[in-house]
């Protein structure tokens, strides 16, 4: 056949399209990607992603690879998470895939009456806000302290006949901070309530931790665990794992129909036909690493953690926020600092990424005990940070210094830039359609020239924490649909 165009053409739009991303490799991104660093781990995912092309991962009956390669994972899963015989599971597509499915399960083996409701500190993944809204659980969030740390006895004293999961993190994504899962566990274990532990950034560095409580399997109670091969398993997207102890608890997870005229319907996961790719590098770079090798890269983690965590506890005006479970951390300002001396860590994210490193800015958040969570600007040190180190650490020491003495944007500032008249509609402006929240997004300056973000985010993520989240949240689906709009 003639195509319509050139394949190497077609590729080189497409190296086009690539050059403009931000680098996945190198240590420059300190979100988003998990370099290990091992040019022939990458060689490896690919050549196995190749091999595996064309194959359905919908039936594992008819591409007998797909279930071989699934085993083995699950093997490899339970022995890194201190499960025995009794813990199974499946490989997902991803975090969110485990925990919408962690919550599913939970849901469709509650036998209660009325609403089951799902518990969690507020620092639990969002995942689970979603799972919430998609299967129809009572979301029940429990503030933690300005460090990120939650007090088990809050979460205890939520469990009550009508929860039908409480989630606990190992360690939280916003702060690092490892959950009191042996002491929710136990108690979760008393009510009959199940006990998920949401490892999806920890899973497979936290096995090599020092000094840490247990989290996984061996705590009696933990019924579930979430953990992604594409974080710290350094596998390509596409791939997480949830173990369930139990062979009944992991069966509530599938969803299986031979109510209509096609083939019977047997899925383990939310997918129908899926890609056999990313369980297939998984599959090859567990088997190149082997346990030793994830220990030796979590070794290279601590390091570089610790280095990093020691260089931002030096920058006067900014600390480390609580104590960091795992290859990753927050930055706040440290308030015991005069005003002239402070820094913003949003400020210092933007001064970090004009120099080229790109840093994570997290907004405030007002919690629902009228607590507010500071704003944080985080960091996820993966096995190649160690090859930037000296680097990274100028350039978060030199950024400090470019914006030290900057206040924060305050929410009066942001809401003082809007328009009057924009202002003084946004508190009864109700459901919005696409043109007016369109509109709202140029008037504040965001989404001109195809969608581009500014290039300072601090009035961005300032302006988040300020307007009504309803309202935030409309416009910011507003911004990522206008991006996809031909
Ligand atoms: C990343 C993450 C998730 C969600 O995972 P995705 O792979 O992005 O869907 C859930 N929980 C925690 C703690 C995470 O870090």
């Known amino acids: 056949m003639k195509f319509a165009q050139d394949p190497a053409a077609i590729l080189a739009d497409l190296a086009e399209l690539r050059a403009a991303d931000a680098p996945t490799h190198g240590g420059r991104v300190l979100s988003y990607?998990?370099?290990?660093?091992?040019?022939?781990?990458?060689?490896?995912?690919?050549?196995?992603?190749?091999?595996?092309?064309?194959?359905?991962?919908?039936?594992?009956?008819?591409?007998?690879?797909v279930a071989a390669m699934e085993r083995d994972l699950v093997a490899f899963a339970r022995g890194m998470l201190g499960g025995g015989d009794d813990v199974v599971g499946s490989v997902t597509t991803g975090g969110t895939e485990s925990c919408l499915l962690a919550v599913k399960t939970a849901r469709d083996l509650w036998s209660g009456a009325g609403r089951p409701r799902l518990v969690a500190p507020v620092t639990a993944h969002a995942a689970f806000q979603k799972a919430a809204h998609y299967f129809g659980l009572?979301?029940?969030?429990?503030?933690?302290?300005?460090?990120?740390?939650?007090?088990?006895?809050?979460?205890?004293?939520?469990?009550?006949?009508?929860?039908?999961?409480?989630?606990?993190?190992?360690?939280?994504?916003?702060?690092?901070?490892?959950?009191?899962?042996?002491?929710?566990?136990?108690?979760?274990?008393?009510r009959g309530i199940p006990c998920h532990v949401d490892a999806c950034i920890g899973g497979w560095v936290l096995p090599f931790w020092d000094g840490i409580e247990p989290w996984d399997f061996r705590v009696p109670g933990v019924t579930s665990i979430s953990a992604d091969l594409h974080k710290f398993g350094y596998a390509p997207k596409g791939a997480s794992v949830l173990l369930h102890r139990g062979r009944d608890r992991h069966r509530a997870q599938y969803f299986a129909t031979t109510r209509w005229p096609g083939y019977p319907v047997v899925n383990p996961t939310m997918l129908g036909s899926k890609s056999a790719g990313p369980l297939a590098a998984a599959w090859a770079i567990t088997r190149a690493l082997g346990r030793d090798g994830f220990g030796e890269l979590a070794a290279s983690c601590a390091r570089s953690t610790a280095a990093l965590t020691s260089v931002v506890d030096g920058i006067e005006g900014l600390r480390v926020v609580g104590s960091p479970a795992g290859p990753l951390f927050a930055v706040a300002t440290d308030d015991s600092t005069p005003a002239d001396r402070r820094v913003d860590p949003h400020h210092w994210a933007d001064a970090a990424r004009a120099r080229g490193w790109l840093l994570q800015l997290q907004p405030a958040l007002a919690q629902s005990d009228g607590s507010i969570l500071p704003h944080t600007t985080h960091l996820t040190i993966t096995p190649v940070t160690e090859s930037v180190l000296e680097p990274l650490s100028e350039a978060l020491v030199a950024a400090a210094g470019d914006v030290r003495g900057i206040p924060p944007v305050t929410p009066e500032q942001v809401i003082g830039s809007l328009?009057?008249?924009?202002?003084?509609?946004l508190a009864e402006i109700g459901p919005l359609d696409s043109d007016t929240a369109w509109g709202i997004l140029q008037q504040v300056g965001i989404g001109g020239d195809g969608g581009a973000l500014p290039e300072r985010l601090a009035p961005l993520l300032a302006l988040i924490a300020a307007l009504p989240a309803p309202l935030t949240e409309r416009l910011l689906v507003e911004l990522l649909a206008r991006l996809v709009e031909p």
């Open 138 to 190: 009572e979301l029940d969030l429990v503030p933690v302290q300005p460090d990120g740390r939650v007090e088990a006895a809050e979460l205890i004293a939520r469990l009550a006949p009508d929860v039908a999961l409480v989630v606990v993190s190992a360690p939280s994504y916003p702060h690092a901070a490892l959950d009191p899962v042996a002491a929710v566990a136990s108690a979760a274990l008393e």
């Open 33 to 65: 990607v998990y370099d290990s660093g091992l040019a022939e781990l990458d060689e490896l995912a690919a050549a196995a992603i190749r091999a595996v092309q064309p194959v359905n991962g919908l039936d594992p009956t008819t591409f007998t690879s």
């Open 419 to 425: 328009p009057p008249d924009l202002v003084a509609g």
